[in-house]
């Protein structure tokens, strides 16, 4: 095999494996910010609960979205690999 | 990203399910009383629910709207639970579903939006006319068109990942980890039954997801003008 081809293997197998990660970890962090935003606004004001919650689903939804984006990368990317028989 | 499966098993299971909600909505509305019985009260609280959900989102004149949105969550919400039974399939769980619903979600946006400020006022509404000033305006134009445009692939995306998402995480658990101790140590144990736990609730959500989008799509592309300015007003 070319050093060329190796390393455009190497490059495609951590793009595959790191990017999903890394993705998730941000979503994490957005995801958990939101809904502490949204958990403080319930205990604060319960009677408006029920819109809150509509809210931040939508808002999980958006957040979330961006990580089944790079999902769809990954197996995008996971197709482009060979099957090595060892 | 390919599907072992191929295209049309995913029409057959969508046939199924519009077979389902057929018989449903036959069943339901047969037979109505005045005092509803058990079914009928159970029917009413999900018709309800989203009469609620579209005057609350969209505004008074929402009530249109009910049956969209009703429908879609119905018909996403039953695709998604075929994949949770056994021989089922998801049939959300294929782009071509997907994007199908999307785009009638967005045609519809848009014949709306032109029904609500005439054609005219459609463009103007892209281009911000009259709201900032003239020399933002065709920069605002594209930015709306390609925002426009990201809606449907976002929402087919959105629920297609998840649903995908779902079934590779459980054929991955069941590969990698339920198969092999079923053919050394005869020991079922279902590793995917977490993951499908999490399903159940990722059909509800997504399905919900979808049909507030929308609501929400449809409201901003039919919320009056007046409101808009005393909108403005009250914010400046």
Redesign the interface.
């Known amino acids: 095999m070319e050093v060329g081809t190796g390393l455009y293997l190497m490059g495609l197998a951590l793009a595959a494996g790191l990017g999903l990660p890394l993705a998730v970890i941000g979503a994490g962090l957005g995801q958990g910010r939101a809904v502490a935003g949204a958990m403080e606004g319930m205990a604060r004001q319960p009677e408006l609960a029920g819109?809150i919650q509509?809210g931040m689903?939508?808002g999980l939804?958006f957040i979330?979205?961006l990580v089944?984006?790079s999902?769809?990368i990954f197996?995008?990317l996971q197709?482009r690999l060979p099957t090595v028989t060892p | 990203m390919e599907h072992h499966v191929s295209p049309w098993v995913f029409a057959v299971f969508a046939g199924i399910a519009y077979g389902v909600l057929v018989i449903f909505a036959l069943f339901s509305t047969r037979n109505l009383q005045k005092r509803p019985g058990r079914w009928q009260n159970f029917v009413e609280v999900i018709y309800e629910f989203f009469d609620n959900l579209a005057v609350s989102v969209v505004g008074e004149h929402g009530r249109k709207y009910v049956p969209l949105a009703g429908t879609l969550f119905l018909f996403i919400l039953t695709c998604n639970l075929m994949g949770l039974i056994p021989p089922g399939l998801a049939p959300t769980a294929s782009l071509n579903t997907t994007l199908a619903l999307a785009l009638i979600v967005i045609i519809y946006v848009q014949i709306e939006a032109i029904r609500a400020r005439g054609i005219v006022g459609y463009f103007k509404h892209f281009a911000r006319v009259g709201e900032v000033p003239i020399l933002i305006s065709p920069l605002l134009f594209v930015i709306e068109v390609v925002s426009e445009l990201a809606k449907p692939v976002s929402l087919s995306i959105r629920l297609y990942a998840n649903m995908f998402g779902k079934e590779q995480v459980t054929l991955a658990l069941i590969t990698a980890f339920a198969v092999p101790l079923f053919q050394k140590a005869y020991l079922p144990i279902p590793f995917q039954f977490p993951v499908m736990m999490l399903g159940l609730l990722v059909a509800f959500v997504q399905a919900f997801v979808f049909s507030i989008l929308t609501l929400i799509y449809l409201a901003l592309a039919t919320e009056h003008h007046e409101e808009h300015h005393e909108a403005h007003a009250h914010a400046h």
Do not use: D, H, M, P
Request: hydrophobic share 65%; glycine share 8%; aromatic share 22%.
């Open positions: 819109r509509t689903i939508i939804a979330e979205s089944l984006f999902f769809v197996f995008l197709g």
